[in-house]
């Protein structure tokens, strides 16, 4: 598919560096020293991560120190440095920076009090890594992953997608036997952080859509691979990226206080999470073009009606009946609700994976194009809300 990446003219641009000096104070990502820090802490780890994670941090050390992988594949019978070469190249082009922070990360998960994210304690509240912003607790058979940035209506940074990679991957392995993603306040989210475009590393902006795409590759193939059964608690309005991503849930509860709106042209960009695909096969195509295209939001009882949401429930009762609910499910036979799962979505999944990575290819141009830089600044400045 063809898709024409905009440049910035320059009074765009100089508005877009004005706005970012507002938001320059924020941090930038992973230092060199926290990632050194990291690498002593690995060393002091009490409790072997397992293969499967040393592959990863190998990987993850690898990209940040030495970029793309570029060494001639190890041959077939050299299993370990086949297998160590396969984790570094299966992180393709992502940017070094990117690779220092997952790797910060994964060490802080690994740190943590439980030294493990795979491993909940019932009934507390485990903080994933770096910041209080998506808050894991696990309980009655349910991994409960909660937006909690309720003074910005739960709008998604660089790090909570970073932290809900790492939580879905903790909870695919965990003992519970059902996952739900919720909301903290009157939001369930209101989206991507439109200031994670302000932050600007030294390769410009076009370095921030590179490693925006990689990153939202990532975050919506978790989702894709989910292997239990997850539920959307929809607790209020939704805005944009946890709107498509539902399409990729097996339940969406809904209050009926809750709105689902995906503004992507107001925004000059473009469906994601697989919406492309997933919305007009729920909803039918002309449906799907009033809210992908033309920005229509919709009510909790009209995304119903359209089977994007399983069920509304008044917003009195709605936590009391949706939790007394899921864990009536929580207490079915895991296995078979996983086979069940399998059978329902592994024929697409293939499928998903392709859509997903075009996705996120149109966005990447999307981002540099004047369009969505005039949207940004536009929000940013305060001119015009949604
Ligand atoms: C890896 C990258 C993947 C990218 C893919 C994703 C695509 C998308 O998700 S597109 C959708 C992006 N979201 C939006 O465009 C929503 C923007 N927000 C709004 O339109 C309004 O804030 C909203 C309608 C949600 C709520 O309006 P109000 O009730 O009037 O509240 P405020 O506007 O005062 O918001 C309170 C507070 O929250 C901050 N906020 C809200 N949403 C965002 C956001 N998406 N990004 C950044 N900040 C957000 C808002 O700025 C206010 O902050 P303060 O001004 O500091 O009080």
């Not at 060393?43 to 941090?57: I, Q, T, W």
């Not at 978790?222 to 991503?245: M, R, S, Y």
């Not at 002309?286 to 295209?293: G, N, R, V």
Request: glycine share 6%.
């Amino acid at each position: 598919m063809a898709f024409v990446t905009g440049r910035l003219g320059r009074p765009l641009r100089s508005s877009l560096l004005q706005v970012v000096q507002l938001h320059l104070s924020r941090t930038m990502g992973a230092s060199q020293e926290d990632f050194e820090n990291a690498m002593n802490q690995v060393k002091l780890l009490k409790k072997d991560p397992g293969n499967e994670v040393k592959l990863k941090l190998y990987a993850l050390y690898k990209q940040a120190t030495e970029g793309p992988c570029s060494i001639p594949k190890p041959g077939v019978f050299d299993f370990v440095n086949k297998a160590k070469w396969d984790a570094w190249n299966a992180l393709g082009s992502l940017p070094k920076e990117t690779a220092r922070q997952n790797y910060v990360d994964l060490v802080s998960s690994l740190s943590s009090p439980s030294e493990s994210s795979s491993h909940v304690e019932p009934g507390t509240d485990q903080k994933t890594p770096g910041s209080e912003d998506v808050v894991v607790t696990s309980e009655d058979g349910i991994t409960k992953i909660m937006f909690n940035r309720p003074a910005q209506k739960n709008a998604i940074t660089t790090q909570m997608y970073r932290e809900i990679i790492l939580a879905l991957e903790a909870a695919s392995k965990d003992n519970s036997t059902i996952t739900v993603i919720t909301g903290n306040g009157d939001y369930y989210s209101s989206g991507n952080d439109l200031t994670n475009f302000t932050k600007i590393p030294p390769g410009g902006i076009e370095e921030v859509a590179k490693s925006g795409a990689v990153l939202l590759r990532e975050f919506v193939d978790c989702f894709i691979d989910f292997p239990k059964p997850l539920i959307a608690v929809v607790n209020g309005p939704a805005v944009g990226i946890p709107v498509t991503l539902l399409g990729l849930f097996d339940a969406v509860y809904a209050s009926d206080r809750a709105t689902f709106h995906t503004p992507f042209s107001h925004l000059g960009q473009t469906a994601e999470g697989c919406s492309s695909y997933t919305f007009p096969k729920i909803m039918g195509p002309a449906k799907a073009t009033e809210m992908l295209i033309f920005g229509k939001k919709l009510t909790a009882r009209e995304a119903c009606a359209q089977g994007l949401v399983t069920e509304v429930f008044p917003e009195s009762t709605f936590q009391k009946e949706v939790w007394a609910r899921l864990k009536a499910y929580a207490k079915l036979p895991p296995n078979a609700m996983k086979i069940s799962k399998e059978l329902i979505r592994s024929n697409e999944k293939e499928k998903l994976h392709a859509i997903n990575a075009e996705e996120c290819t149109i966005l990447q141009g999307r981002w540099l194009s004047d369009e969505c830089m005039n949207a940004i600044v536009n929000f940013l400045s305060r001119k015009a809300k949604l």
